[in-house]
Every structure is written in C-alpha cells, then in structure tokens.
T-cell receptor, first 117, second 112 residues
Framework: DAGVIQSPRHEVTEMGQEVTLRCKPI?????LFWYRQTMMRGLELLIY????????DSGMPEDRFSAKMPNASFSTLKIQPSEPRDSAVYFC???????????????FGPGTRLTVL | GENVEQHPSTLSVQEGDSAVIKCTYS??????FPWYKQELGKRPQLIID?????GEKKDQRIAVTLNKTAKHFSLHITETQPEDSAVYFC???????????FGKGTKLSVIP
C-alpha cells in the first residue's frame, strides 16, 4: 500500500480564493482525520470521519471550512474564502478500528503546505 | 475535553546521553498514549505507544512509562544519536473516543 496520499503537496493562493485539499486514506481503513499544524497551535484535529460519516467537526475553526468524504477512498477539505491566517500544514491521517475502542495507529499523509497571501 | 501538556518544548543533549520528555493529561479515562516523531518537513510517525493496562514499554533505545494515578507519561531515549533529532509529540485518547489529543511537541537536538 502507498500509505495515505495527499494532494497537492504545496498550495499558494491569494486571500479570498477557494482552496481544496485532497486525501486518499489507506485502503481498508475506516477512520479518517484532518489535522492542521502551526507553530503556535501545534497539531489540531479539525474533523474526523467513520465509514465516510463525519463524527466530530468541533475542531473546524469557522464556517469557511468544510470537509466531505463521498466514499471510502477519498476526502476533501475546503476553505472558502481563504485568509492569510489559514496558512499552515494540513495533514490527513487514517486508522483501522480492530475491536471496540481499540485502534491501530493513525497513519499520517505527507501533508499539504498551504500559504495564503 | 482532554488537555495534554508536554515539557520541555526544546531539549538539547550530547550524543550518547539520555533524553526524557514528559506529558500530563487531564482525562482520567484516557487509555491510549502514543508518541510520534516528526522530522523536519516530514509527516508525524508513530514510534511507540502504551495502553493504560501497562506501566512501561520498551523498544530498543526508546521506552515509555505511564503513571495513571498521577496522569503522566514519559518518553525515554537512551544512547541518543544525531538521527534522533526531531520534534516529538505525545498524545492521548479517551476511553470510547477515536480521536487523539496532541501535546505541543518537544524539539530534540542531539549534538554530535
């Protein structure tokens, strides 16, 4: 397996533009997580899905952020409109629930470095 | 919600010395505690984890200890090498939860 795949790896955009980040989890994993990493705030969980259903989106900072998972192999994180303070590295991670309350590790993708000018 | 505090934020050690990073958590129901290593420009990768029914776990030069009563856990790296230089994150997961709460990270520098 190629691991968690994210695209693009780097994105530079101007304030006000729409940004879409993409993630392909490891095949067979049933949980998908979106994180944002900044120097100031560290690794923050934005939202996570179980079997394509959003479970907890309390970490999504504002209505400008939205995430979807239309099928088991694809998820998107969209920012519209983007602002300079959204500049960060966005990671997608996936994991497999092996028993009640027991998971294998979360595997992270390579991340998308977003710069909003 | 869960709160994880991690100390120190930066740590410099001489090659061959030991390094210790400590974390505390707030939710007494937390039952899973992984440690991730993130090299510069790379993704976080799991290096060791411990579950609440175990007090200590070791894997070659790295070990993790857990004190449930005090709600703290620590990462120990012995015989440090330059390739151990990275940012290390601790995390915890509450019982019945599927999400991790991460500490702010410790930047470890191993000086040759």
């Amino acid at each position: 397996d190629a691991g968690v795949i994210q695209s693009p790896r780097h994105e530079v955009t101007e304030m006000g533009q729409e940004v879409t980040l993409r993630c392909k989890p490891i095949s067979g994993h049933d949980y998908l997580f979106w994180y944002r990493q900044t120097m100031m705030r560290g690794l923050e969980l934005l939202i996570y899905f179980n079997n394509n259903v959003p479970i907890d989106d309390s970490g999504m900072p504002e209505d400008r952020f939205s995430a979807k998972m239309p099928n088991a192999s694809f998820s998107t994180l969209k920012i519209q409109p983007s602002e300079p303070r959204d500049s960060a590295v966005y990671f997608c991670a996936s994991s497999l629930r092996v028993a009640s309350g027991v998971h294998n590790e979360q595997f992270f993708g390579p991340g998308t470095r977003l710069t909003v000018l | 919600g869960e709160n994880v505090e991690q100390h120190p934020s930066t740590l410099s050690v001489q090659e061959g010395d030991s390094a210790v990073i400590k974390c505390t958590y707030s939710d007494s129901a937390s039952n899973y505690f992984p440690w991730y290593k993130q090299e510069l420009g790379k993704r976080p990768q799991l290096i060791i984890d411990i579950r609440s029914n175990v007090g200590e776990k070791k894997d070659q030069r790295i070990a993790v200890t857990l004190n449930k009563t005090a709600k703290h856990f620590s990462l120990h790296i012995t015989e440090t090498q330059p390739e151990d230089s990275a940012v290390y994150f601790c995390a915890s997961r509450g019982a019945g939860s599927y999400q991790l709460t991460f500490g702010k990270g410790t930047k470890l520098s191993v000086i040759p």
